[in-house]
């Protein structure tokens, strides 16, 4: 029983807990989920169109969306967990579907079968990625992500496109094969092991060296003189970083043991014994 009058408390019983969403959800990080979920939707609507260079556009337009509604929930701590469910259905559409029907439409075709199946593959393993991105997102340290994040993944299509259209080749035969390769690779990047820079602890509103500054603003000039060439390399650069760190960690490692095995007790027991001057006979 309780000291105040009239109230009663029953012994094993537990406040009911309301469910997060009866509180409401944040608005400012959802629409900007909602805006990549409509651009993602609408690539796929250009591709249907025959609109490959609109559909590749929208695509990377999508990514911009999904940068800031992270950074728009974390600098205004109105992260949830609905957020970040919704985010991940909106990026397999945007980044998932919408890239593998671009790829599908403007290259692949012509492979028939294996075709759609290397497009079925990407976005499968988008999927995956997705998945198990949420699993581990409290267990994983923050500065780096396991595999090539599916956004990167769908800007190396549409970079791809952007470039072909770019220098006058989005007739040429040889895409066929280029989309296809590509596809596998950045499909296997994604369900990988490798570790890629997240960039979720750089702080521009911190202060930087004047350096810095200078090269960021030679970054924007050459994007703006040449858009096309300067994103495709800027995520080419981003895809391939977490396989060469990989390959130079593993060489590093190789000889590091190479050494150690040079080292050893025997080694330099036989050294000593060596070393020794014989007795005169």
């Known amino acids: 029983m309780s000291d105040t ?61 999904d940068v800031l509604d992270g950074r728009i929930a974390r ?31 403007w290259a692949l075709v012509p492979w028939g079968r294996w075709g759609w199946l290397a497009a079925t593959l990407y976005v499968t393993c988008g999927a995956l990625r997705l998945a198990r991105f949420n699993v581990q997102v409290g267990s994983v340290e923050k500065r780096h992500f396991v595999g090539l994040p599916i956004p990167a993944a769908a800007d190396v299509i549409a970079t791809t ?28 990047f994604m369900v990988s092991e490798i570790r890629y820079f997240s960039f979720k602890e750089i702080r521009l509103h911190h202060r930087h060296p004047f350096q810095v500054l200078l090269g960021l603003i030679l970054v924007i000039m050459l994007a703006i003189a ?31 043991l190479a050494a150690r095995a040079g080292q050893t007790p025997g080694g330099r027991a036989g050294a000593v014994r060596s070393s020794t001057p014989t007795p005169p006979v």
């Open 5 to 65: 009058p009239g109230i009663r408390i029953i012994p094993g019983r537990r406040r009911r807990r309301i469910p997060p969403l009866r509180r409401g959800v944040y608005l400012l990080p959802n629409l900007f989920t909602t805006a990549g979920l409509f651009t993602g939707f609408y690539s796929i609507i250009a591709t249907l169109g025959h609109r490959y260079q609109l559909a590749a556009i929208m695509i990377l337009v999508a990514q911009a969306c």
């Open 75 to 105: 600098l205004t701590r109105s992260a949830s967990s609905f957020g970040e469910q919704y985010d991940s259905l909106a990026d397999l559409v945007a980044f998932g579907v919408a890239p593998g029907i671009l790829v599908y439409q």
């Open 226 to 256: 040449a858009p096309q060439p300067v994103l495709f390399l800027g995520v080419l650069t981003y895809a391939l970083s977490g396989p060469v760190v990989y390959l130079g960690r593993l060489l590093a490692g190789r000889r590091r």
């Open 161 to 188: 496109v952007l470039l072909f259209y770019y220098f006058g080749g989005a007739g040429a035969p040889n895409k066929r094969i280029l989309m296809l390769l590509v596809i596998y690779a950045v499909a296997g």
